[in-house]
């Protein structure tokens, strides 16, 4: 009781913590200036999808539906359709990004390198229905990002 009463009567805790204020101000800081400054992600580091094209610019994926079968999340949703030719294509390929838990299964389960996962990792969603990317959003990061795709194929 009498402890107490001192500890209290000379404000140890709040000694305590300016005594660790202080010593922590003069050190180097860790923040960084996000914009302006990145943080190095990892080589595994796996963001945004992207649906693929051949150099013809015919699409990759075949519509087998491994990557929907395989995805731990159910995220992504496949509707296929048989063209003339015989061979199967996509006519709906859904990608749910708040369900995504972005493991790697559906790049590692496509047998054509179809879809994979960039390293774009800054993206929001303003609207309702923003986190479902179709599959010409998917196309269209496929295109802009498929120079860096093919660098980081043949680096790794």
Same mark, same amino acid.
């Given at each position: 009781?009498?402890?107490?009463?001192?500890?209290?009567?000379?404000?140890?805790?709040?000694?305590?913590?300016? $005594?660790? !204020?202080?010593?922590?101000?003069?050190?180097?800081?860790? !923040?960084? +200036?996000?914009?302006?400054? $990145?943080?190095? !992600?990892?080589?595994?580091?796996?963001?945004?999808?992207? =649906? /693929? $094209?051949?150099?013809?610019?015919?699409?990759?994926?075949?519509?087998?539906?491994?990557?929907?079968?395989?995805?731990?999340a159910l995220a992504i949703t496949i509707d296929t359709e048989?063209?003339?030719?015989?061979? /199967?294509? !996509?006519?709906?390929?859904?990608?749910d990004l708040f369900k995504c838990i972005y493991c790697g299964?559906?790049?590692?389960?496509?047998?054509?390198?179809?879809?994979?996962?960039?390293?774009?990792?800054?993206?929001?969603?303003?609207? $309702?229905?923003?986190?479902?990317? +179709?599959?010409?959003?998917? =196309?269209?990061?496929?295109?802009?990002?498929?120079s860096q795709l093919i660098n980081e194929k043949y680096n790794?």
């Amino acid at each position: 009781m009498i402890i107490k009463f001192i500890k209290s009567l000379f404000l140890i805790e709040l000694l305590k913590g300016l $005594k660790l !204020t202080f010593s922590n101000m003069f050190k180097n800081k860790i !923040t960084i +200036d996000y914009p302006n400054q $990145k943080t190095p !992600t990892s080589n595994r580091f796996r963001g945004l999808h992207a =649906l /693929r $094209k051949y150099p013809n610019g015919e699409e990759r994926c075949i519509g087998c539906k491994l990557c929907e079968a395989v995805c731990p999340a159910l995220a992504i949703t496949i509707d296929t359709e048989e063209r003339n030719d015989g061979t /199967r294509r !996509t006519t709906r390929y859904d990608i749910d990004l708040f369900k995504c838990i972005y493991c790697g299964f559906c790049e590692e389960a496509c047998p054509v390198d179809a879809i994979v996962e960039t390293k774009i990792y800054e993206y929001h969603f303003e609207k $309702k229905g923003e986190n479902i990317i +179709d599959k010409a959003t998917l =196309l269209k990061i496929g295109d802009q990002m498929e120079s860096q795709l093919i660098n980081e194929k043949y680096n790794n």
